[in-house]
C-alpha cells in the first residue's frame, strides 16, 4: 500500500513518516503540493492520501470531490487541526472515501487511523464524531474576519481567483489560499457561492457589482 502524505507542517509531516515506517506492507512519500500529488495518483492509483486540507494548495470541498471522482480507488484521511462540522459533513455525506483526523487526536488514535485508511475502511476520529453529533449552536450572522480575510472574501465575491488575488496583493498563491479557507471556515461554507451569499448579505459587496 501507497500513503502519500500531503502536509506542509513539517513536525507533523515527520511524525507521519515516522509512523509509516513502521507500519507492514506500506511505503511513503512526501508530496509537497498538488501537482506532484496528481502525478503520484495517476503512477499509483489505489494509493492512501493524508492531507492537512487548510495547509495544502486544493482550494475546497468541490476540488476534494472532482479528485475523489477522477481517482475512485483512492482513500482521503482529512488530518488537520480545524476543520469546520458543515465542511466535513458534506464530504462524508458525498463520499465513503473520506476519513478525518484532527491533529489534537492521541497517537494511538493516530495509528487507528491511518490503519483504517489502509484497510480501506472509513474513520472518524473521536473529537469529530462527537462535533458533528452534537454541533454547536447557530451563530449571529456576523462572524469576525480579519481585514487581510475581509478584503480578500470582497475579491472571491467580485470573482476574482486565488491567483488573480496573489497578484494584486503581491503575495504568494499558498498565503491566499491559506487565508481563503480560513474564511470559508470561519463562515461554516464549502464553496465561492456560498461564501458570495454571506458577502451579499453582508453588504460588503454591492450586488449590481457581483458575477459569477
Not at 79 to 85: A, G, P, R, T
Amino acid at each position: 500500500m501507497n500513503i502519500l502524505i500531503a502536509d506542509n507542517q513539517g513536525i507533523t509531516r515527520a511524525g507521519l513518516m515516522y509512523l509509516c515506517e513502521r507500519m507492514t506492507g506500506v511505503e511513503y512519500k512526501y508530496v509537497p503540493d498538488k501537482a506532484e500529488l496528481l502525478l503520484q495518483l495517476v503512477q499509483h492509483p489505489g494509493s492512501v492520501v493524508v492531507v492537512d486540507y487548510t495547509l495544502f494548495d486544493i482550494n475546497d470541498a468541490a476540488e476534494l470531490l472532482i479528485l475523489n471522482q477522477r481517482f475512485p480507488q483512492v482513500e482521503w484521511m482529512l488530518f488537520s487541526e480545524d476543520l469546520s462540522v458543515d465542511f466535513v459533513r458534506f464530504l462524508l455525506a458525498s463520499s465513503q472515501h473520506f476519513s478525518v483526523l484532527l491533529k489534537e487526536s492521541p497517537l494511538s488514535e493516530i495509528k487507528e487511523g491511518l490503519a483504517y485508511a489502509v484497510s480501506g475502511r472509513r474513520f472518524i476520529c473521536q473529537r469529530m464524531m462527537e462535533m458533528l453529533l452534537h454541533p454547536e449552536p447557530v451563530r449571529d450572522e456576523k462572524v469576525n474576519l480579519t481585514k487581510t480575510e475581509t478584503e480578500i472574501l470582497k475579491d472571491i465575491a467580485l470573482g476574482m481567483t486565488t491567483r488573480e488575488i496573489a497578484e494584486k496583493r503581491f503575495s504568494s498563491f499558498h498565503t491566499v489560499n491559506t487565508h481563503r479557507k480560513n474564511i470559508f471556515r470561519k463562515l461554516g461554507v464549502n464553496n465561492v457561492h456560498e461564501a458570495t451569499k454571506y458577502a451579499l448579505r453582508a453588504g460588503l459587496v454591492d450586488s449590481a457589482d457581483y458575477y459569477i
